[in-house]
Nanobody
């Protein structure tokens, strides 16, 4: 079971920062890569970032590279997404995913383990 917990989403002005967190059940978290996706208004869900099981590998979409940072706390079964220098086009519902396929340059989500999503709104 994947749980997406707050605080995290919310409303922020352009240039601001937000931090998303995702609490994952132990069985789904252990030895699994984790990912973040988002769905912007009128668009399909898209990949944002992913992190390997030990955290030594991360991959980001070009649109967030250099602004977003994925991390994980393996002791507390939590993954985080630090989002800096937010832009209005980052406005979306953000979803965490667990247990996908991580290959260093891409991440394929596991269709069984999605969080419920959290709204991020960036005003201009």
């Amino acid at each position: 079971q994947v749980q997406l917990v707050e605080p995290g989403g919310g409303l922020v002005q352009a240039g601001g920062s937000l931090r998303l967190s995702c609490k994952v059940s132990r069985g789904t978290f252990i030895r699994q890569a984790l990912g973040w996706f988002r769905q912007r208004p009128g668009l399909e869900r898209e990949f944002v970032a992913a992190i390997s099981w030990l955290g030594e590998g991360t991959v980001y979409s070009d649109s967030v590279k250099g602004r977003f940072t994925a991390s994980r706390d393996n002791a507390n079964y939590t993954m985080n997404l630090q989002m800096n220098n937010l832009k209005p086009e980052d406005t979306a519902v953000y979803y965490c995913n667990a247990g996908g396929t991580f290959r260093g340059t891409y991440y394929v989500p596991n269709p069984r383990f999605w969080g419920q999503g959290t709204q991020v709104t960036v005003s201009s």
